[in-house]
């Protein structure tokens, strides 16, 4: 089983669509969460932190079950912009705080 | 901009050559961690490194190997270049103190070994 999973995409959606994206992670001593943007060819960057209680930050809302070992994220209203691959991140403790990635999944939001 | 620079930009090589990539961390920073993304895959930890020494490493063999430098700056090298080592090879670095798991990546170097 890999230590991250995401679903395998991509999705294709209109503007102004809600989209959500799913993953699970295989290390119940996972640390901390993320959920990071790569645009194509670019580097990846740091979209948001997953909290337990939720968190919310304007259109991107993240959960985090720890109990199934499960995250979410939500785009609501997509923009153009939101086209790119995301990438579901966790840490797995210990002292080195690597960050194991997910595979991605590639979103286009279409005009 | 992360303030992570990486050189170079991109890179061939042939198999069985060595290559050298360098990292430039943030200001302050003094955490750097190397990770390759081949194609269609997210990013695989290779190896960090924290005030000098190594602390970690993933399922990389020994031909890569790294150094940090007192500036915190940092050199993957890999030695006898496979082509599955196709790549793009991503720096981050961690600022000081407790707050190693921020991670700001530099823009990466595609390598490409023919």
């Known amino acids: 089983r890999k230590e991250v999973e995401q679903d395998p995409g991509p999705f294709n959606v209109p503007e102004g669509a809600t989209v959500a994206f799913n993953c699970t992670y295989s290390n119940s001593a996972s640390q901390s969460f993320f959920w990071y943007r790569q645009d194509c060819r670019k580097e990846p960057k740091l979209l948001m932190s997953?909290?337990?209680s939720g968190n919310e930050d304007g259109r991107f809302t993240a959960q985090l079950n720890r109990a199934s070992q499960y995250i979410s994220l939500l785009i609501r209203d997509s923009k153009l912009s939101d086209s790119a691959t995301y990438l579901c991140?966790?840490?797995?403790?210990?002292?080195?705080?690597?960050?194991?990635f997910g595979k991605g999944t590639l979103l286009t939001v279409n005009p | 901009e992360t303030g992570v620079t990486q050189s170079p930009t991109h890179l061939i090589k042939t198999r069985g050559q060595q290559v050298t990539l360098r990292c430039s961390s943030q200001?302050?920073?003094?955490?750097v961690s190397w990770y390759q993304q081949a194609l269609g895959q997210g990013p695989q930890f290779i190896f960090q490194?924290?005030?000098?020494?190594?602390?970690g490493r993933g399922n990389f063999p020994p031909r890569f190997s790294g150094l940090q430098f007192p500036n915190y700056s940092s050199e993957l090298n890999v030695n006898a270049l496979e082509l599955d080592d196709s790549a793009l090879y991503l720096c981050?670095?961690?600022?000081?103190?407790?707050?190693?798991?921020?991670?700001?990546f530099g823009p990466g170097t595609r390598l490409l070994v023919l």
């Open positions: 200001s302050g920073h003094n955490t």
């Open positions: 490194y924290y005030r000098e020494e190594e602390n």
């Open positions: 991140v966790v840490t797995g403790g210990g002292s080195n705080y690597k960050l194991t």
């Open positions: 997953v909290y337990s």
């Open positions: 981050a670095s961690s600022p000081a103190g407790g707050q190693q798991e921020t991670q700001y």
